[in-house]
């Protein structure tokens, strides 16, 4: 079966691995925003606490991914809970980091004339820090993305969604006539999957990026 | 448009601030009483505390001890967000924030204090016209699109918005070229005429602070007011070395910038208009007892001198005739500008123009000199009496504390 017909035969499964796939790094990736920007604004203004937060999180990136879903595996069973806790934790380096020293990268004389002109603590946050920076955020984001993208596909180990699943059975199967068909399907659909989700960044950009300061 | 809030009275009594781990305060005892309406000056070398007073009275920098009063009401501890909103504050480069629209960064405050959205649209607009921007032209525009002068009008605009009596300027326009700041610091004279607010503004520049200034602090290290008083007196009677040594060489050339043209006498100068025929032009030359005549165009603007060989050569038409009139002064300019004016003239004499660069009059050298010599001798009589007036009442001190406290104990 040459690998067009593999595509044309088995379109169904795939779409709904790819569906899948799409949607699982897209809800860990909202999760892990919210609390790596959460992360960044208490961390950043001071030296220490951000540093913690960026060696932290840095350490959990060096953890293997098969090594950490083994681990979460006993304790918190198989499918969806170890893929979610893993991507999640996996995806926050890049936007802790980035929400860091885009915070920090805010003009001090405009956080004065912030303050000068009477804005309160939360109104300063976002007003006028969190949107200015807010492109770095938002770089982050996108790093952090293509990478869950990859590591997304090494759930399906512990029996999670996604497009893993159709790498596994090929590697699993090497030496039948399907095996090659299925490693590639897989591994081409998140690759696919990775495009798609980059140029809706950019689009997210244009759209939440005010005029004034888009390069 | 409801009448604009005028000025308040700021009073500072004995603002410190000391900073932990510094073993001297970094402002010491402040004193100080700002008259409602007042532009004072803040101007000493750098690292002298004088931002850091400035700073104090919208609380940026909490004071570690001492009072602040803004028009009788004690505001050292009321909420300080709530301060800032009554008190505007403009800083260097404008501090405008890129990702918000000229409108937009005009608008903060009012929207923070909650004025429904119609009123803030008209005040944005006023405002905008107010500090000379085109709002068609400028409302939807981002900091970035502005150029520097134009950002700094904007910050003006922006610390006015929600009408404070008081208003903080730091360096505001330390960022932009001389040029521009010269325009700057006419708007702000301008601008001060019209609303009356109090301003408190902080420079280190001593020439920028004796054209801006109803009074001038002068400020040496932790804040210790050197002298604090018109800028007329400092510069014809300053306290001590301190303060002379940074009023610098050339003070009466400086002082030629507190007067303005308007303030002297101009002498009127034979005229005539494009329109006339050439034989009135004739006529009035020869009568006018000059060889020399003014020659308007038709809106009756500067246009050309005239001499008596110009007219001969002339034959018939005065396209080519005479010299083109190559400067001249408005009544708002100072007497420093006039001078320059005066000195790079060929004939030593310039027109002066209203509003609209129309003819007033001319002023000379002769006139000029007059005046200065005039004006000199006025402030040495003053500064004399000022004198006067000190020695006599630290006798009457002396002469209390010489009493005893019984003949002024009320108790």
């Known amino acids: ?215 | 448009m409801p009448e604009a809030t005028h000025g308040a009275t700021i009073e500072l009594e004995n603002l410190s601030k000391r900073y932990p781990g510094n073993p001297g305060p970094a402002v010491d005892n402040v004193n100080m009483e700002i008259k409602a309406g007042e532009l004072v000056i803040f101007v000493g070398p750098s690292g002298c505390g004088k931002s850091t007073t400035l700073k104090m009275i919208n609380r940026l920098i909490e004071p570690t001890g001492g009072r602040i009063r803004i028009n009788g009401e004690d505001v050292t501890d009321i909420d300080p967000v709530k301060l800032r909103r009554k008190v505007g504050y403009a800083i260097q480069s404008a501090g405008l924030f890129p990702h918000m629209t000229v409108a937009q960064n005009i608008a903060l405050v009012p929207k923070m204090i909650g004025w429904p959205k119609a009123r803030i649209k008209a005040r944005v607009e006023e405002l905008l016209d107010l500090v000379g921007l085109d709002p068609g032209e400028f409302r939807a525009r981002y900091p970035r699109q502005l150029s520097g002068g134009q950002q700094q009008r904007v910050g003006v605009a922006r610390a006015l918005a929600a009408d404070p009596p008081v208003l903080l300027m730091d360096e505001p326009f330390g960022a932009v070229d001389p040029i521009t700041r010269d325009h700057l610091q006419d708007e702000l004279i301008r601008l001060q005429h019209e609303l009356h607010k109090t301003i408190v503004f902080v420079t280190h520049d001593f020439d920028e602070a004796i054209k801006l200034g109803d009074r001038i602090a002068v400020l040496r290290e932790r804040s210790h007011i050197a002298q604090f008083d018109t800028p007329e007196a400092i510069l014809t009677n300053p306290a001590d070395d301190f303060v002379s040594g940074f009023v610098g060489a050339g003070a009466a050339l400086k002082r030629l910038n507190l007067t303005r043209v308007r303030d002297v006498e101009i002498t009127d100068y034979p005229n005539v208009t494009l329109d006339d025929p050439l034989q009135e032009i004739f006529n009035r030359l020869r009568g006018s007892g000059t060889d020399e005549i003014l020659l308007l165009d038709k809106r009756g603007r500067p246009y050309k001198w005239l001499r008596r060989g110009d007219l001969m050569r002339a034959r018939g038409s005065l396209a080519r005739a005479g010299t083109l009139v190559s400067d001249t002064v408005t009544r708002d300019a100072t007497l420093r500008d006039a001078l320059e004016a005066v000195l790079t003239d060929n004939a030593g004499r310039v027109p002066v123009t209203g509003r609209r660069g129309e003819y007033e009059g001319v002023v000379d050298m002769e006139t000029l000199m007059n005046s200065v010599h005039e004006l000199l001798e006025a402030d040495r009589l003053e500064a004399l009496e000022a004198q006067h007036e000190l020695e006599d009442l630290r006798a009457a001190q002396t002469h209390a504390e010489q009493e005893g406290p019984g003949g002024v104990t009320k108790a």
């Open chain 1, 1 to 215: 079966m040459s690998f067009w017909e593999y595509l044309g035969n088995r379109h169904q499964q795939l779409l709904t691995d790819a569906y899948q796939h799409a949607s699982a790094v897209f809800q860990c990736m909202v999760v892990a925003t919210l609390i790596g920007v959460l992360i960044g604004i208490v961390t950043y203004r001071s030296d220490w606490a951000g540093s913690l937060a960026t060696v932290t999180t840095s350490t959990i990136l060096t953890i293997p991914s098969l090594a950490m879903i083994g681990l979460l595996i006993p304790m918190v069973g198989l499918g969806v809970p170890p893929t979610v806790i893993a991507l999640t934790l996996y995806g926050l380096l890049p936007i802790v980091r980035n929400s860091i020293v885009g915070l920090r990268g805010v003009d001090p004389s405009l956080v004065d004339a912030a303050r000068g002109i009477g804005m309160s603590r939360l109104m300063r946050l976002m007003r006028v820090e969190l949107p200015l920076a807010w492109p770095p955020i938002l770089t982050g984001i996108r790093v952090s993305t293509q990478m869950l993208m990859g590591i997304a596909a090494i759930a399906a180990y512990a029996s999670g969604p996604g497009l893993g699943n159709e790498i596994f059975r090929g590697i699993g199967s090497l030496g039948s006539k399907n095996a090659l068909n299925q490693v590639l399907a897989g591994t081409l659909g998140i690759i696919v999957l990775a495009l798609l989700f980059d140029a809706a960044y950019v689009l997210i950009g244009r759209l939440t990026i005010p005029r004034g300061i888009r390069a």
